[in-house]
């Protein structure tokens, strides 16, 4: 069973960046793939960005192109998320999910598939 841990939630304002990071343990999860999803009060949770086990393939949600870039460490068995540009949207509660898995699946936006799941790091947005 793979452990993951967010950190680097926190408030920003409009306009500002911070940068997530979800360290995994228990197993290396070199060989799989990773992903970044947010649920807001009140809603479902959404898919934000997915990354293949070697970095090669990403998937991003419209809503984050251009503003958000998800990265991984093989050796320090940590996957990033960089987020610029934030807007008030984007204030919710960040989840890691891993699925052991090397390939993003078609089904790569759905909760359901993934293994792993850490508690989630929050993210404020002062507009």
């Known amino acids: 069973q793979v452990q993951l841990v967010e950190s680097g939630g926190g408030l920003v304002q409009a306009g500002g960046s911070l940068k997530l990071s979800c360290a995994a343990s228990?197993?290396?999860?070199?060989?799989?793939?990773m992903a970044w999803f947010r649920q807001a009060p009140g809603k479902e949770r959404e898919f934000v960005v997915g990354?293949?086990?070697?970095?090669?393939?990403?998937e991003y949600a419209d809503s984050v192109k251009g503003r958000f870039t998800i990265s991984r460490d093989g050796a320090m068995n940590t996957v990033f998320l960089q987020m610029n540009s934030l807007k008030p949207e984007d204030a919710a509660m960040y989840y890691c999910?891993?699925?052991?898995?090397?390939?993003?699946?078609?089904?790569?936006?759905?909760?359901?598939?993934?293994?792993?799941w850490g508690q989630g790091t929050q993210i404020t947005v002062a507009s």
């Open positions: 999910a891993a699925e052991d898995t090397r390939y993003l699946s078609a089904a790569y936006s759905n909760p359901s598939i993934y293994d792993s």
């Open positions: 228990g197993r290396t999860v070199r060989r799989y793939t």
């Open positions: 990354i293949n086990w070697s970095g090669s393939s990403t």
